[in-house]
């Protein structure tokens, strides 16, 4: 008993006070700036292993990019990547960032739902899913509710059943296999429901986008609500951007 | 001679592999595990080619550090006598082998379907029609769990024959997570596509992954990687271990209800994961390990920040594990737990930590070392032998120390880091190469065969996953079902690993 005390005590206070404006340490790959400069486009495009550069008017796909940091090494003056982790948006275009754009990636509070932010702004309970995720993007989910991220005094958590969730988290570029499972799941939750689509494989297949083992038609039926990006997705991100979607007001 | 023989990281010509005669190649490979715990399976797979199918087998010798390899021709209609029938440890292949190429077993026990891969020969049957066992009675009845977990897991699906609250029977049914990671390997024909996709095959073991890809690779192309790539990849290594095992600490103390520990070792994991964002940007070191290069140099700032790092860490885990090992609330859950005992583990071919808990010697750092392994330091496998769930955990504790002071003793020797650049590679023609490391979870490998122009023809990958499934529905007989949570998280086995 003592014992356990001491540690508590020793542990100190563990929780990030502020989770919208903390630092991440270090050289953390979040939203990138295309500079102006010219560079040789066609390598530049033909270097991303995922598609995620898109010429004519240059820019990064944050929903397909895997923030390998390759283009940012291979030309260092054209793309930098900024620290600022807060890469969760409700509209799929804002996560394309174009040459000279040094703009914050926000949620669109106008076209989010009128009953989101009544119903859950202050209590939402998610139903978590991979669909062939790696398993990096779970750890993250997981980690948002350690002592640290302590994503639960917002009243946001995961549970374990879909009939006491407010929406579903989907994780993975959705395997065939999972296709079923994954509808079944999210028909079992009560309406109104949300879904969120966490990591660049959920948002677009990432690598495995042309693979013929996914089935992403799940997400052709049903209005996506927010995307979080990420390689896996920062605990930050997703705090950030479900805090963003359920409570920026009008 | 009925094999080759060669080393890890070696790169050997496809057709000094020598062919042998299905009859021959079965008795040759049973003959080679026949009575030698030090041996065992580590990849068996097929090839197709125009007409036929050309299976590969794998053995390694960890006394000798060496693997043999042999090979066989088989019709594609073929009906053959299984090696599984003989030796359990080709239980898994066999059954890969029949559901990717429609080779039939007349005589495996345990003729199921494997992961029902996109390309299976049977497209028939789906993953709803899996045939579990079961059984008629009324005393007896099923619990089935999954696909979907309640907690924020991968999916997979668990049928239990129970007694009451007792676990007579598992079976574990896998496949949900199939991407094709093995046909991408073939169709991307980018180097970063393939470095992408091998960090993206577990993400939890993004290093153990990249690593046994970036020294297949290399070898495979005949690069001798300096001293700094060997470098960052064992560091790497044992910090993924480090993290991994602490994470894994954290959710055993969930599992059993110990708030506490939960919290702490939670907290515990994020210094080191952060550790790696300062070095390479991500948390799970994403982008860090490629072939021919490193994009983020290791400097000696960075040696001191880690220095640090292990300062604070050992302190409180320290005080930590302490607590947890001594208190008999905690004990009580975690001894006679999920039991494999060293016989079964050999049967079953188990790999890895848990392979080590349950009193086997199998360690790649050790039996077939790559990198910075020897060079740097002789690393000194720690067993245990009691095969429960607390040996697992235990081994964990002290695999996490070990990997500190590996860690400290890289740290003293920082090699010069070169500028990166790209190194055009290109891969020797009609060859055969087979990189194993030892992951956080164990025995990772990599197998690569290139045709007459030096492109790929076959990508095998196998996760440690891939054997310890086996373990776990052992371990959890005549248990509790309460227990199965805490028998699951000793084991922390990949889904994405397994189905590819
Ligand atoms: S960081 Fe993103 S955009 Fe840049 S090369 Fe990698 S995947 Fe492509």
């Not at chain 1, 989910?141 to 879909?162: C, E, H, K, Y």
């Not at chain 1, 296709?179 to 009560?190: M, S």
């Not at chain 2, 029609?129 to 079961?134: A, E, T």
């Not at chain 2, 020897?374 to 095969?387: A, E, R, T, V, Y």
Request: charged content about 25%; glycine content about 6%.
């Amino acid at each position: 008993m003592f014992d356990n005390l001491k540690i508590v005590w020793h542990q100190g206070k563990q929780f990030i006070p502020d989770v919208t404006t903390e630092q991440v340490p270090g050289i953390f790959r979040g939203r990138p700036i295309i500079t102006n400069e010219k560079v040789d486009e066609e390598a530049f495009v033909e270097l991303c292993p995922t598609k995620a550069i898109g010429s004519s008017s240059i820019c990064i796909d944050l929903g397909k990019c895997t923030f390998c940091g390759e283009c940012a090494v291979q030309f260092p003056n054209k793309i930098k990547f900024t620290t600022d982790y807060k890469l969760s948006t409700n509209i799929r275009e804002r996560l394309v960032i174009y040459e000279g754009n040094d703009k914050p990636i926000e949620v669109d509070p106008t076209t989010v739902r009128k009953e989101i932010h009544r119903i859950f702004g202050h209590s939402l309970k998610l139903r978590q899913v991979s669909a062939g995720g790696d398993n990096s993007c779970e750890w993250e989910l997981t980690a948002s509710n350690n002592v640290q991220f302590d994503m639960s005094r917002f009243g946001i958590d995961f549970v374990a059943s879909p009939r006491h969730a407010d929406g579903i988290v989907i994780t993975g570029p959705i395997t065939q296999n999972m296709a079923e499972p994954l509808e079944r799941c999210y028909n079992a939750i009560p309406e109104p429901k949300i879904i969120i689509l966490a990591g660049t494989d959920a948002i677009s297949g990432g690598i495995f986008a042309d693979s013929a083992a996914i089935d992403r038609s799940f997400l052709s039926k049903y209005h996506i609500d927010l995307y979080i990006a990420g390689n896996p997705v920062h605990p930050l991100t997703i705090i950030n951007g479900i805090l963003d979607f359920t409570r920026k007001k009008r | 001679m009925n094999y080759l023989e060669m080393y890890n990281n070696q790169t050997v010509s496809i057709n000094d592999i020598p062919k042998l005669k299905y009859v021959e190649f079965m008795e040759s490979n049973l003959q080679l595990l026949k009575n030698k715990p030090e041996r065992h399976c580590v990849n068996y797979f097929g090839v197709k080619n125009e007409n036929n199918i050309t299976v590969y087998c794998c053995i390694a010798d960890d006394n000798k550090h060496q693997l043999y390899i042999s090979s066989s021709i088989l019709a594609s209609d073929a009906t053959l006598s299984s090696l599984t029938a003989q030796n359990h440890n080709f239980e898994k292949f066999e059954r890969e082998i029949h559901e990717n190429f429609g080779i039939a077993y007349f005589d495996h026990p345990w003729l199921k379907p494997f992961r029902f891969s996109h390309n299976r020969s049977d497209k028939n049957i789906s993953i709803a029609d899996y045939p579990f066992y079961s059984t008629e009675s009324e005393e007896l009845h099923e619990v089935g769990v999954g696909p979907i977990h309640a907690g924020i897991i991968e999916p997979g699906h668990f049928r239990f024959i129970c007694n009451g609250e007792q676990i007579l029977h598992l079976e574990i049914q896998l496949g949900y997570q199939h991407r094709g990671v093995e046909q991408l390997f073939l169709h991307k024909t980018k180097l970063l596509e393939r470095a992408t996709l091998a960090e993206n095959i577990a993400g939890d073991t993004t290093v153990g992954h990249t690593t046994t890809f970036s020294n297949l690779w290399e070898s495979l192309c005949d690069f001798t990687p300096d001293h700094s790539l060997q470098f960052s990849r064992t560091l790497a290594l044992e910090l993924e271990r480090i993290a991994i095992h602490t994470g894994d600490l954290a959710a055993i103390c969930a599992d059993i209800a110990y708030q506490l520990g939960n919290s702490v070792y939670g907290r515990l994991r994020t210094p080191i994961v952060n550790f790696f964002q300062e070095w390479g940007g991500n948390r799970f070191a994403k982008g860090l390990i490629r072939p021919g290069k490193i994009n983020f140099p290791f400097t000696p700032e960075l040696a001191q920040r880690l220095s640090d790092i292990f300062i604070a860490y050992e302190r409180d885990f320290n005080e930590m594990s302490e607590q947890f090992f001594s208190l008999p609330s905690v004990l009580s859950r975690l001894e006679k737990t999920g039991i494999v005992t060293s016989d079964e583990a050999l049967e079953i071919g188990m790999v890895g930590i848990a392979a080590r808990s349950s009193g086997l010697v199998r360690d790649i750092r050790y039996s077939h070392p790559n990198n910075l392994y020897i060079k740097s330091f002789m690393h000194k496998p720690k067993i245990k032998i009691q095969g429960d769930v607390f040996s697992r955990v235990k081994l964990r504790e002290e695999e996490i120390h070990q990997s500190i002071f590996y860690c400290k003793k890289l740290l003293e020797n920082i090699p010069e880091f070169k500028k990166p650049e790209n190194i055009p590679f290109s891969p020797g023609s009609n060859k055969f190469t087979l990189a194993l490391t030892e992951g956080w979870r164990g025995e990772i490998c990599h197998c690569a065969i290139t045709d007459e122009n030096g492109n790929l023809k076959n990508y095998k990958i196998k996760d440690p996953s891939h054997h310890n499934w086996m373990a776990l529905a052992q371990s959890v007989r005549n248990n509790e079902i309460s227990d199965f949570p805490v028998c699951n998280k000793s084991f922390n086995l990949s889904y994405c690993g397994h189905d590819l």
